[in-house]
């Protein structure tokens, strides 16, 4: 449970039917949604929220647990919608949503994962992020700014230097500390989340970019041959962030995937 009063998430809404709910992953905020904000709630009901800490919710209480960001997320969606919701989850937004599903799967329309996987950490990635963390406990220290960027985004993309580039940059130069290191910490030591994946009952859609640098996208795409009725779609010369390198294709694919959803 979570440690402070709850507070629901901060949202962007736009659009009618069924909500389409986006969670960014780590350390990033609801901006990242943008164009898919833009295409996609022509269509259908799109509702974008902010983890605590990051974007809009900048001055909420940030947990240090995979369980209490769940918990915060389960929360809002009970507050804010009556029926089931249709769940987009990236990265870390993906570990959230498969340990909300472990707990409350009756909240679930359907599930879109992208560029996120189920393993736990190895022992030393978790070492590393830790390390992050306590160096951020120190005011005077900062997130390597273009060290995350470059790693966020394909090497095609990076190298391109275009306005992408200028717009991730200022996405992770806004997350600050406290957000950070709660997130780290909840990162670092989430559970192994692959038992989940079999217990998944609704229709999901995996999407991953081919050129992601922090997610083998083989990770991402071994979750599909363990979550029954699942789709998975590799998309060519992306990074970490396929809806902002190939906005249409991304587009594209969630809605053809919504499209198919039976009706509620």
């Known amino acids: 449970m979570l440690a402070e009063p709850f507070l629901a998430w901060p949202s962007i809404e736009r659009g009618v039917g069924v909500p389409v709910v986006f969670l960014h992953g ?48 389960g929360q ?31 909240q679930f329309r359907a599930l879109v994962l992208t560029d996120t996987r189920s393993e736990a950490d190895d022992a030393v990635s978790k070492e590393k992020r830790l390390a992050t963390v306590h160096r951020l406990t120190d005011p005077a220290q900062r997130l390597d700014l273009e060290a995350t960027v470059r790693g966020l985004l394909s090497p095609r993309t990076w190298d391109d230097a275009g306005p992408l580039v200028d717009t991730v940059r200022a996405i992770v130069r806004s997350a600050r500390s406290p957000a950070l290191i709660g997130a780290l910490t909840a990162i670092a030591q989430r559970p192994d989340l692959t038992p989940i994946l079999s217990t998944i009952q609704v229709p999901t859609l995996v999407v991953w970019g081919e ?22 779609v590799g998309i060519p010369g992306a990074g970490h962030l396929p809806f902002l390198e190939s906005p249409d294709e991304f587009a594209g694919t969630l809605s053809g995937f919504l499209d198919r959803l039976p009706s509620p």
């Open 76 to 106: 809002t969606l009970a507050r804010q919608f009556a029926d089931p919701v249709v769940l987009v989850g990236h990265s870390f937004g993906g570990y959230i949503a498969l340990e909300l599903y472990r707990t409350h799967p009756e």
């Open 26 to 73: 780590y350390p990033l905020n609801h901006a990242i949604w943008a164009p898919q904000f833009g295409m996609l709630s022509e269509d259908h009901r799109v509702v974008l929220l902010d983890l605590p800490g990051f974007g809009l919710a900048q001055e909420s209480f940030v947990p240090d647990s995979l369980a209490g960001f769940a918990t915060g997320l």
């Open 211 to 232: 050129d992601d640098q922090l997610i083998p996208p083989a990770q991402s795409e071994s979750m599909v041959e363990r979550i029954r009725a699942s789709s998975g």
